[in-house]
């Protein structure tokens, strides 16, 4: 998902009472359901040898036994539950969406919808969960990014919880495969996207022999255009070095120690394109139709305002890379909310459809 569209989560007092009696009922529930202490529970309760520590952002957690119950906070945590074969039994999205459930995921959830095999509760955004509706599905295992800090002690009261970095992929499959017991599986993942950049590279050599360099860039309109650098930009940057291409860089950007990404004007981008081969605009618009998240048309919604005032923009139309018809839309949220073997798959194919293409 987008390192920087995410904004601080707050609640209101209200929120923070019925957050607070929430976890005072759940935690009245679980202790009804222990054994006594004198009762002999060998059956039930997990012993050493089940629980492991878990190291993450916030340090370490342990999980004792098989989560069954997983709360997932945005499609990078997602995205390596599905690809090791788990599934969510509370889901919240990027944007917000008024379902109580996600009672149709394929239509409802862009990307990984299909991959769902049932309905599923929607708590919220990844922005501003909601905790109530977090404590009422009983969770055993909370799966949130460096986003979600604001809430992590209030989520540990609720269950096990693990906060992972959104952009380190290999990293987070491999922390949740240890959950499971499928460390062999992330291996063979990761292997299989290895492969699958290699194959692409070979595919991408010719293009990227005659057209090297490449500009990568965000907007939601021309009115205010986002460089992020390679570190901040996520898979949207990251394959497209892999496949080859050099990436164009801006003068004084410091993208490894900058917070936030530079915000470029319209008018700058004669100057900044001068040594670009092909422009990569990435486009995202959120505030979208419900019924529009995961069909056909989301990919398109996210990019349309974006392309057509690039269409109506005299500078943009003078650039030498859009006369010779190479610049190329694509949706923000396909690589940025994607960094591991699923968002790598689908980006390839963005990507060979786009510049490979007749």
Request: net charge negative.
């Amino acid at each position: 998902m987008q390192k920087r569209w995410i904004v601080p989560f707050r609640r209101s007092r209200i929120s923070d009472l019925w957050a607070i009696l929430a976890i005072f009922f759940v935690s009245v529930a679980n202790a009804a359901c222990q054994s006594p202490p004198n009762q002999s529970s060998a059956s039930t309760a997990s012993t050493p040898a089940d629980c492991q520590t878990i190291e993450h952002l916030r340090g370490e957690t342990e999980i004792c036994g098989q989560p069954k119950t997983i709360v997932v906070l945005g499609a990078a945590m997602l995205e390596p539950v599905l690809a090791l074969g788990g599934q969510p039994a509370a889901y919240a999205d990027y944007q917000s969406s008024p379902l109580d459930k996600y009672d149709d995921p394929s239509q409802q959830i862009p990307y990984l919808g299909d991959r769902i095999v049932g309905p599923i509760d929607n708590i919220g955004s990844v922005a501003q969960p909601n905790i109530e509706a977090i404590a009422k599905v009983k969770p055993d295992l909370i799966l949130g990014t460096e986003y979600n800090a604001a809430q992590y002690n209030t989520f540990s009261q609720i269950a096990p919880t693990l906060l992972l970095t959104w952009t380190e992929a290999e990293g987070n499959l491999r922390a949740i495969a240890q959950i499971f017991g499928k460390s062999a599986q992330a291996e063979q993942l990761i292997a299989e996207r290895a492969q699958q950049v290699a194959d692409a590279h070979k595919a991408f050599a010719a293009v990227a022999a005659d057209y090297p360099k490449a500009l990568v860039l965000h907007a939601n309109t021309l009115q205010k255009i986002y460089f992020r650098g390679d570190q901040m930009f996520g898979l949207c940057a990251s394959l497209v070095k892999e496949l080859g291409f050099d990436l164009v860089s801006l003068p004084g950007f410091d993208e490894f120690n900058s917070d936030t990404p530079a915000v470029i004007s319209v008018e700058t981008l004669p100057q900044l394109s001068q040594d670009a081969d092909l422009i990569l605009m990435f486009g995202s618009d959120f505030d979208l139709p419900e019924q529009l998240r995961g069909t056909d048309d989301y990919e398109e919604h996210q990019i349309s305002a974006l392309k057509e005032a690039w269409e109506e923009n005299e500078i943009a139309q003078s650039l030498e890379t859009n006369q010779a018809g190479r610049v190329y839309f694509m949706p923000y949220a396909l690589c940025a909310s994607l960094p591991g073997p699923i968002g790598t798959e689908l980006y390839l194919e963005e990507l060979k459809e786009q510049l490979l293409s007749p």
